[in-house]
């Protein structure tokens, strides 16, 4: 019996191996790219505040920043409004993005899109509010690190301006 346990817990991690590595040389990058952008929506449009930043942060590169039109953000910085917006009560986060571009430079990416974030207050689900955005769609750059072989979102900035010429939703 202990001897088809062990087989079964080798199997079970050369499998694992298998599809660790399979999944990151045969994908291309802007494949595992896209992927990463679909983690980081996911992570913030989970409810859960602790989880949420629990999750974001491991798509974040250590030195992230974010350029705001005041401001810069750090990482740090960033995890803790994300999840200030959670326990202050907003709730049913939702990313929409349109017209993703990526454009990968050697160890560098870049991803540029039209983004919208709301959210609900708890409460007043019918009530969504635009946050982190300002008047529907705006225009999204994040820029991507490759670090042991793994995309990382290592900047971030909103691009001014209204943005009326956005695809309409």
């Given amino acids: ?11 079970a ?3 694992g191996t298998a599809y660790q590595v399979l999944t990151r040389y045969l994908r291309s990058d802007e ?9 980081v929506i996911s992570a913030v449009e989970t409810d859960n505040p602790q989880l949420s930043v ?8 250590k030195d992230y920043g974010h350029r705001g039109e005041m401001i810069a953000v750090d990482r740090q910085t ?5 999840g200030g917006l959670k326990q202050a009560g907003y709730v049913d986060f939702q990313v929409e993005i349109r017209d ?4 990968i430079d050697g160890e560098t ?10 959210a609900a207050k708890k409460g007043s ?19 991507f690190v490759k670090d042991e072989g793994d995309w990382l979102v290592a900047g971030s900035e909103r691009v001014p301006g209204d943005w009326e010429d956005a695809p309409p939703p």
């Fill in 54 to 61: 629990f999750s974001l942060r491991g798509y974040l590169a």
């Fill in 78 to 82: 960033a995890l803790r409004y994300l």
């Fill in 109 to 118: 990416a870049r991803a540029e899109f039209a983004v919208r974030v709301t």
């Fill in 1 to 11: 019996m202990k001897r088809v346990v062990l087989w079964a817990v080798i199997a």
């Fill in 13 to 15: 991690v050369v499998l």
């Fill in 100 to 103: 993703l571009d990526v454009t």
């Fill in 31 to 39: 494949e595992r790219i896209r992927r990463v952008i679909a983690k």
């Fill in 125 to 143: 689900p019918e009530k969504r509010v635009e946050l982190l955005t300002r008047r529907g769609l705006n225009r999204g750059v994040v820029d």
